[in-house]
């Protein structure tokens, strides 16, 4: 789908490429291949689309960064999804995603621009181990903090009793 930014992931990968920098990128989802990308220096894998959350868990799970620079986006569940398995987020701030992402954990670019993308994995390239461990722990403590069930209900039942509260109060 044009709006998930696939192009512009490759172009930036291209440029690290040609700058002789050397990381693996794993694609989850269906990547027709004339947008199939080969290099010697990015190890790029194409996983298909995945409906087996095992699979999808593994993948995560051998990852650092999610990269999502979408033109366009609701709240996506690719990127809570990353977060709950302790990725780092690199996306575009588009839809909710500044809700899921910020500095602690990730970069969030301003739009989908394949040099934005760029540069910004070769700053995730210059963190030391340390920061980079940091920032996935990040998004382990926002999605508890922020995004798991039981926690969303006791907040929407404290805002609920403190509009009753208010109403009655009147």
Request: proline residues 2%; contains cysteine; glycine residues 4%.
């Amino acid at each position: 789908e044009r709006r998930k930014g696939i192009l512009e992931i490759n172009k930036a990968l291209l440029n690290l490429s040609a700058n002789n920098i050397n990381v693996e990128v794993h694609f989850v989802g269906h990547i027709p291949k004339k947008f199939q990308i080969k290099t010697k220096k990015i190890k790029t894998i194409y996983h298909g689309l995945i409906n087996n959350d095992v699979l999808k868990k593994k993948i995560y799970d051998s990852c650092d960064v999610l990269i999502c620079p979408s033109y366009s986006e609701g709240m996506p569940n690719v990127i809570l999804e990353a977060m709950s398995r302790g990725l780092a987020i690199l996306a575009t701030d588009v839809g909710a995603v500044k809700l899921m992402v910020s500095s602690k954990n990730g970069i969030l670019l301003k739009n989908c621009d394949s040099f934005l993308i760029q540069k910004a994995i070769e700053e995730f390239i210059d963190l030391d181990h340390r920061s980079v461990i940091e920032m996935k722990n990040n998004s382990l403590n926002q999605v508890r903090e922020n995004f798991q069930w039981t926690n969303i209900i006791n907040k929407t039942i404290k805002n609920l009793n403190q509009i009753i509260n208010f109403n009655t109060d009147q």
